[in-house]
């Protein structure tokens, strides 16, 4: 794909969108583009909470994590009607 095509794609993409899907793709890429992160809502979290999701990422990163469908397998099986 050259420039045009991508630009083209783009645009159809992003016009395609609902409002609020097109209001956070909006906040994603400027962040992007302006090279900064959005912390607002990190921010709004307690110290006890953001201490939990650097622990759950950490762990995810040393490899102790499930994976989505081990979890919905494990649940099923012990919450289903059979």
Excluded at 27 to 41: A, F, K, P, S, W
């Amino acid at each position: 794909m050259n420039s045009s095509d991508i630009k083209i794609d783009l645009f159809r993409k992003i016009d395609m969108l609902q409002d609020d899907e097109l209001e956070r793709i909006h906040g994603e890429l400027m962040n992007i583009l302006n090279g900064t992160i959005d912390t607002t809502h990190w921010k709004s979290l307690s110290q006890a909470q953001q201490q939990g999701l650097k622990q759950a990422a950490d762990s995810l990163n040393a490899g102790m994590g499930m994976v989505h469908e081990e979890v919905l397998e494990k649940y099923r099986k012990r919450y289903s009607n059979d």
